[in-house]
């Protein structure tokens, strides 16, 4: 049976690309409706540069929730929204997967809670691209070994959240092989505030944000008389779509809240 699917953001970079992951894959899905900021009451076919498809879009997610029969919910939005369009969803019993990055803990932890009570599948990824997922999971190898670790993540320059999901993704992942350790001299002063990024349990994270880059991680640990680095770069977004196409079938599969694509891989 074709899992019937609302995606939000369809205009957007990673948005379209996952609407043309769908129509490319019509055996298995379904594109129901589409959720946008504008456009309410046209169809996809009316905006330029979408497929030319008679596929509703709605801006309120509460009338597309109740109109549209649908099994996957696929957020590409920001925060603030996705946080409200997935909430949403998980309480018209649909199960979502979530690509956009910047929810907060207490967020995710809020989700969480409710698909638990629902016993429904939900999937929140900061990275679909596998290499990425490997990189993480390489880093939380390392750390057991090397306590000094600094992160640089590099995006384009349209990102709005900072350090990227990614990133916070792998330090936490990190805290839990790695002894707590604060890096640097312990007397080491920031003569501009920030030169040393940002903190968590003394590991530093950077963020660069630049045209032309798509997403890029290196993590970096030193020991004595030795640096390692694990790096992976995203070229393009067709990296981001294996990974949403194989979350959207296996969150039919689920009866919780999953965090990071390689809980499920
Ligand atoms: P984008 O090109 O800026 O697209 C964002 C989309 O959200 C646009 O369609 C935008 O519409 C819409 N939007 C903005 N504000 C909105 C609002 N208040 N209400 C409803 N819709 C709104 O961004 P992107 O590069 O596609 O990235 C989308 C999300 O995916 C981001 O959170 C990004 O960090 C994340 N991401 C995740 C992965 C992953 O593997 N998990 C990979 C890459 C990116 P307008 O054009 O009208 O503003």
């Given at each position: 049976m074709k899992i019937n699917v609302i995606l939000?953001?369809?205009?957007?970079?990673?948005g379209s690309q996952a609407v043309?992951?769908?129509?490319?894959?019509?055996?298995?899905?379904?594109?129901?409706?589409?959720?946008?900021?504008?456009?309410?009451?046209?169809?996809?076919?009316?905006?330029e540069g979408l497929p030319?498809?008679?596929?509703?879009?709605?801006?309120?997610?509460?009338?597309?929730?109740?109109?549209t029969e649908a099994d996957v919910f696929i957020d590409l939005t920001i925060p603030e929204t996705g946080y409200r369009n997935t909430k949403a969803a998980i309480l018209h019993n649909i199960r979502p997967v979530v690509g956009t990055t910047g929810f907060t803990e207490e967020q995710i932890r809020d989700l969480s809670s409710i698909c638990e009570e629902k016993q429904l599948?939900?999937?929140?990824?900061?990275?679909?691209?596998?290499?990425?997922?490997?990189?993480?999971?390489?880093?939380?190898?390392?750390?057991?070994?090397?306590?000094?670790?600094?992160?640089?993540?590099?995006?384009?320059?349209?990102?709005?959240?900072?350090?990227?999901g990614t990133a916070v993704k792998t330090a936490e992942l990190m805290k839990e092989t790695r002894d707590s350790k604060k890096q640097g001299h312990e007397d080491e002063q920031e003569t501009l505030p920030g030169a040393r990024?940002?903190?968590?349990?003394?590991?530093?994270?950077?963020?660069?944000?630049?045209?032309?880059?798509?997403?890029?991680?290196?993590v970096i640990f030193g020991g004595k008389g030795q640096t390692l680095t694990i790096k992976h770069d995203s070229i393009n977004r067709d990296s981001?779509?294996?990974?949403?196409?194989?979350?959207?079938?296996q969150v039919m599969d689920l009866e919780k809240l999953v965090y990071g694509l390689e809980n499920i891989l």
């Open positions: 939000a953001g369809p205009r957007g970079r990673m043309e992951m769908i129509l490319e894959n019509k055996d298995q899905f379904n594109l129901a409706a589409c959720i946008d900021r504008k456009n309410n009451g046209m169809q996809l076919k009316d905006i030319d498809l008679s596929i509703p879009i709605f801006e309120d997610p509460e009338e597309c929730f109740q109109e599948g939900a999937i929140i990824a900061p990275n679909f691209a596998i290499g990425a997922v490997l990189m993480m999971k390489f880093s939380k190898m390392a750390a057991a070994y090397f306590p000094d670790v600094d992160i640089i993540e590099k995006h384009h320059d349209q990102k709005l959240d900072a350090p990227s990024g940002a903190e968590v349990d003394g590991m530093r994270i950077h963020s660069v944000r630049m045209p032309g880059l798509v997403a890029h991680q290196e981001f779509m294996e990974g949403i196409k194989f979350s959207v079938k």
